[in-house]
């Protein structure tokens, strides 16, 4: 599984993992709030949702290596 490395507005970095994100929304100063199932605070960040969205949809997870598959 793939994480997203995001900048908080706080100038902290944080690993987000997209499966967790339940919605996007934004904020008056033109950043982004990442609401997260399970968490009652949002996670505040600079920029756009769709830039914040397009980076969360780049992280696809890989395939798996079908080598792997053989062998298990």
Known sequence: MAFVEL???SGDTV???PIAVAYLRATADGGTELHFT???EPL???GAPSDVAR???NAAPTPPDPTLSLLA
């Open 7 to 9: 900048t908080e507005i």
């Open 15 to 17: 690993l987000v993992n």
């Open 38 to 40: 399970g968490r009652a």
């Open 44 to 46: 505040r960040v600079p």
């Open 55 to 57: 980076s969360l949809e």
